[in-house]
């Protein structure tokens, strides 16, 4: 019987049978799995505690009947302060959403396994704006992906500081206000300000491991929170039920 050794994060859970669950986890070195964890939901299960949303664990899993199965599992962080604030949970309900959208089964994306459990540390234990968690997220995530837009620049005349600088959603481009006619399809554009294309400039090209280590004010926060969730769903060409959720709770 094949045997794996892995760490790895719950990103959704499905009630199963009477007492199981599906869980898809993103795992280190696998990517997405699959894995089914029997009995879970039995009063005493040495495997309730891993099998939830979220949580982070040492986990064993064999290969049953040509899928993962849950073997033992430990868990290694469980992020607490989210499970007291529904806020910050569906905000992290909404990471593993889209982590899961981007992700292959048993094909790993170097790099996101630990964007997440940092940005979930963040939301966790970090006195950081939920927002620019949020957006350090999503523009690092696009990055990660394939979607790294191209912001050193105005991609018409190259000035560096664009006046009225824009994020271009579709071409992942940056320009200024007065090129947008001169882009070849136009485009929707989010606008930014320089505070703003300074933090996405910095989240898309500086150190993953001081991703949140940035100061912006309140007004330049708000447009480039907008800039990097359009962004997000313009590339990944969907919407998320949990962010729907999330800024459903943030009215
Ligand atoms: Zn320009």
Redesign the pocket.
Known sequence: MAHLVTRALVLREVNYKESDKILTVLAEGQGKRTVKAQGCRRKNSPLSASAQLLVFSDMTLYDYQDRWALKEAATAAEFRGLRSDLEKLALGAYFAEVAEAVSEEGIETPGLLPLLLNSLYALDKLDKPSAVVKAAFEMKLCCLTGYEPLVDG?A??G?EN?EKPRLNLSEGVL??D??RRELEDGGISMPLDVPSLTALRYIAYGDPKRLFSFQIPEESLGLLAGATESFLLTQLERSFRTLDFYKGLRG
């Open positions: 105005c018409v005349c000035e664009p320009h200024c007065r090129c």
